[in-house]
């Protein structure tokens, strides 16, 4: 593995054959710079608390997860003046804009998401008598791991990062409210703390594209198994 694992997947830039750098054009049949579009990020928990780490819970996630937002990497700077106003900067930290990541989900009946967000916070503490009583004071019963895959819409991973540390903190008891005039689907989000910095590799982005393809048979089986029952007679 390469020591800044950022600088390892090198961008073979012969790919695109005919650069139009001026006029900003780059479609047409013959052009191989294909644009990278968003909506088809895939979130996987690879690892849950030790109490809820099976594949149930990890697989309803990835299912009921719409959308996803995630901090930025920033460089902090300090600055010197010298004379006559003329300033000099040097890089001091690299730090995360936020410690937190946004997941949105749609909620189904019999309520797996809040449940198992509820069970996941309930953990950490146990509201009735304010201390731990499920668990022991060890990390790997409490925090999990959070891999984020971008993809193309042929579901080609393009970028990948693994979070560490990951633990809710908010349950949204409010996405229940109710009115006579409002049946609309609920849906809310819940933000995940996490911790240090996101892990990117080629060993990641490889290990990304084996759990996107294992999805993607999945719902392959799925899908011949509905056309196999429609064209049944019944």
């Not at 700077?77 to 995360?96: C, H, I, S």
């Not at 998401?113 to 916070?121: C, E, N, V």
């Not at 693994?162 to 109710?178: C, I, R």
């Not at 990117?200 to 799925?222: F, G, H, R």
């Amino acid at each position: 593995m390469a020591l800044n694992p950022y600088l390892a997947a090198e961008l073979d830039y012969t790919t695109y054959r005919y650069p139009d750098r001026f006029r900003k054009f780059f479609g047409e049949h013959s052009n191989n710079a294909d644009p990278m579009i968003s909506g088809f990020g895939v979130v996987f928990f690879t690892y849950l608390p030790t109490a809820l780490n099976n594949i149930q819970n990890k697989q309803i996630l990835t299912a009921l997860c719409t959308n996803s937002s995630f901090p930025s990497m920033s460089v902090n700077l300090e600055e010197y003046n010298g004379r006559d106003g003329g300033r000099w900067r040097v890089p001091t930290t690299v730090a995360m804009s936020d410690q937190s990541i946004t997941l949105h989900f749609w909620e189904l009946v019999g309520i797996p998401i809040y449940r198992l967000i509820a069970s996941w916070i309930t953990l950490l503490r146990n509201p009735q008598y304010g201390y731990m009583t499920e668990i022991s004071w060890r990390q790997s019963e409490y925090k999990g791991k959070l891999m984020y895959c971008a993809c193309t819409p042929d579901m080609k991973v393009q970028y990948a990062k693994v979070y560490g540390g990951v633990m809710p903190t908010n349950l949204s008891d409010d996405a229940f409210n109710s009115s006579i005039e409002n049946q609309a689907k609920v849906e809310y989000d819940v933000t995940f703390s996490f911790d240090h910095y996101p892990y990117s590799s080629t060993e990641i982005t490889s290990q990304a594209q084996n759990m996107v393809d294992l999805m993607l048979s999945e719902a392959d089986t799925v899908i011949r198994s509905k056309y196999t029952d429609a064209a049944a007679m019944s």
